[in-house]
């Protein structure tokens, strides 16, 4: 006798899987409790929020295969949080620019002193500067500043900012930025007398900058006072203990935010 296989007789009906659906918003279900057929508008509450076609509102519970969608019962769940993207921070604080692509150059510019004052700019501001497509360029000595702004030709949309080292009353360098006259010229200052000191002692490791007698070289005496051998060494420690704005002095970064903002208005 041939025998036949009908599976578990005593096994009962098979549940069938209600498949879970997030509640967003604009989806359109029905309860069919009441009959009511709206699109979602919000949770809260362990309730769902649904609208009809005449902008009624009802509120339901988020119960078990408690909607028919398309005719076919469905649980509503909350949707799954979307993390919004990681803000990474520049250098100088900001919001950095993600896949930026530098901005032309724009006629205005910025000048600082010297090489080390560019360097330390870029190292800082760099970002924010490539955002604003604007360059940074040495001027070798305030000195001759007077001189490059009449060859520069400034106007409107051709600005200057100017940084200048040790811009304190009585100081050479007052004197000689007194004699600026051009509302499309801006310059600020630092009290240091140099860039380096724009730096905080805590970054370096020390607990202060040194003082140098006057007559002797402000960065030689400073390598010697501190055993950094070469000036070009100094500078070299200085520079690479800069990873941020919180490793510079307060009045170097208000003045070189003042610069950025009067060339990119």
């Not at 390598?223 to 060494?233: F, K």
């Amino acid at each position: 006798m041939r025998s036949h296989s009908y599976g578990d007789v005593f096994a009962g009906p098979r549940k069938r899987k209600i498949p879970e659906v997030p509640a967003e918003a604009g989806l359109v279900v029905e309860e069919p409790g009441s009959g009511f057929c709206g699109a979602v508008v919000r949770l809260e509450y362990g309730n769902v929020v649904l609208e009809d076609r005449r902008g009624k509102h009802r509120v339901f519970p988020l119960n078990p295969a408690g909607f028919l969608l398309e005719g076919k019962p469905v649980t509503l769940v909350p949707p799954k949080a979307v993390a919004s993207p990681a803000r990474t921070i520049s250098a100088s604080g900001s919001v950095k620019v993600q896949g930026l692509r530098a901005r032309t150059a724009r006629d205005s510019r910025i000048w600082v002193e010297g090489k080390h004052d560019a360097e330390l700019v870029e190292r800082v501001w760099g970002h924010d500067l490539r955002v604003e497509g604007v360059v940074v360029e040495p001027l070798d000595g305030v000195d001759v500043l007077a001189g490059r702004i009449d060859e520069f030709g400034t106007g409107p949309g051709r600005r200057l900012g100017v940084l200048v080292d040790h811009l304190v009353p009585g100081s050479k360098e007052s004197r000689l930025v007194s004699a600026i006259e051009d509302e499309n010229v801006l310059v600020t200052g630092h009290p240091y007398v140099d860039i380096w000191q724009a730096v905080k002692p805590a970054a370096l490791g020390i607990e202060a900058w040194p003082s140098i007698p006057r007559g002797v070289s402000w960065k030689e005496g400073i390598c010697a006072a501190l055993g950094w051998g070469e000036p070009y060494e100094g500078w070299q420690r200085v520079l690479g203990a800069v990873s941020s704005y919180r490793d510079l002095e307060t009045p170097l970064l208000g003045a070189v935010e003042r610069l950025i903002d009067f060339v990119t208005r």
